[in-house]
């Protein structure tokens, strides 16, 4: 084969698989973009109350959780809770250096930044964080997640 055939179907070659990755790229994008904005329609108005609805039961019960860091001015996870069987939210920062705090196995909270864990009460059960997780005041009500998130 001459020189600049091999150099020619050689600069194709990189040229189609440039584009693939491109192309793969973007998909990836559009497909996050569409994940972070497919959340159920819920009006999450502050009701009289102090409650504000944040899931919908039945999402909460198929994903295990619900992490809402948009409605409200706080972060909260809605779980439900291994013992009680009720719905639960606290803030799932952690309360060592801020980060955001993985719900495991349905029943307990874990830092991967720091190795902190806090049981589903949000109480810690391993440091080096040495306060508990802020908990809110919740209730089921027409199939919605209700949440009192004060201050």
Not at 100 to 106: G, K, S
Not at 121 to 136: M, N
């Amino acid at each position: 084969m001459e020189r600049r055939k091999f150099l020619f179907w050689l600069g194709i070659g990189f040229s189609l698989n440039s584009f693939q990755m491109v192309l793969t790229a973007c998909n990836s994008q559009q497909q996050d973009a569409e994940t972070t904005t497919d959340k159920p329609s819920v009006d999450t108005s502050v009701r009289e109350d102090g409650f504000q609805a944040l899931a919908k039961v039945e999402e909460v019960d198929s994903k295990g959780f619900v992490l809402d860091k948009n409605s409200v001015s706080k972060t909260v996870m809605m779980y439900r809770h291994p013992d009680t069987k009720n719905i639960s939210a606290v803030n799932p920062t952690c309360t060592h250096k801020g980060c955001t705090l993985d719900w495991q196995n349905n029943k307990n909270f874990s830092c991967s930044c720091h190795g902190s864990t806090f049981s589903a009460d949000g109480e810690v059960t391993k440091g080096p964080a040495q306060k508990a997780l802020e908990v809110f005041e919740t209730k089921e009500e027409a199939g919605l997640v209700l949440v009192k998130v004060t201050g």
